[in-house]
T-cell receptor, first 117, second 113 residues
Framework: GAVVSQHPSWVICKSGTSVKIECRSLDFQATTMFWYRQFPKQSLMLMAT?????????EQGVEKDKFLINHASLTLSTLTVTSAHPEDSSFYICSARGSGGRQETQYFGPGTRLLVL | AQSVTQLDSQVPVFEEAPVELRCNYS??????LFWYVQYPNQGLQLLLKYLSGSTLVKGINGFEAEFNKSQTSFHLRKPSVHISDTAEYFCAVSRINNNDMRFGAGTRLTVKP
């Protein structure tokens, strides 16, 4: 149980285009989802926290107009990188936290590698 | 806010040897503690977690960790490692009833034949 999927697993795009990444909790309802960014050989940096049906809370220094997050249902959150530039190239990982017995633990997706040319 | 320090960025070890990956945390309130493993180009997989109760926690793949409140530590151990344990290991802490999870910088475990 507690499986989280991400799609796509990798994407290459041209500078200036927008890219949407989906994060789904497959076997539980995720009341809260998190989006992280990871640079090579570094730890995870929390970008934003989203609760189903409400606006995401962004960490300091993360541009909310550039990284649009939508948590439309209890099983789906999307991250859209708008007008992507080469410096946005990174490994993006989502995680999901449920309710009840799954409230304390974040379950992570497999990640999406973004390369902006 | 809480924080996590992983004392070793890299730990090389020979196959079948024991290993300990160190993690210390800082928090003014009670916390939950986690160890995650990340294989190349993959997301994070939960190894084990401490929420309450027994301070010795057993996880998957033969790993265990001990919560030591007085030393604010949560070190990860395995008595005999395999080549397949080569990966990046992250210690994480979150405050009880709070979304805010903080990760350590990671420890790269390399198991040599």
């Amino acid at each position: 149980g507690a499986v989280v999927s991400q799609h796509p697993s990798w994407v290459i795009c041209k500078s200036g285009t927008s890219v949407k990444i989906e994060c789904r909790s497959l076997d539980f309802q995720a009341t809260t989802m998190f989006w992280y960014r990871q640079f090579p050989k570094q730890s995870l940096m929390l970008m934003a926290t989203s609760n189903e049906g409400s606006k995401a809370t962004y960490e300091q220094g993360v541009e909310k107009d550039k990284f649009l997050i939508n948590h439309a249902s209890l099983t789906l959150s999307t991250l859209t990188v708008t007008s992507a530039h080469p410096e946005d190239s990174s490994f993006y990982i989502c995680s999901a936290r449920g309710s009840g017995g799954r409230q304390e633990t974040q379950y992570f997706g497999p990640g999406t590698r973004l390369l902006v040319l | 806010a809480q924080s996590v320090t992983q004392l070793d960025s890299q730990v090389p070890v020979f196959e079948e040897a024991p290993v300990e990956l160190r993690c210390n945390y800082s928090s003014s309130v009670s916390v939950y503690l986690f160890w995650y493993v990340q294989y190349p180009n993959q997301g994070l997989q939960l190894l084990l977690k401490y929420l309450s109760g027994s301070t010795l926690v057993k996880g998957i793949n033969g790993f265990e960790a001990e919560f030591n409140k007085s030393q604010t530590s949560f070190h990860l151990r395995k008595p005999s490692v395999h080549i397949s344990d080569t990966a990046e290991y992250f210690c994480a802490v979150s405050r009880i009833n709070n979304n805010d999870m903080r990760f350590g910088a990671g420890t790269r475990l390399t198991v040599k034949p």
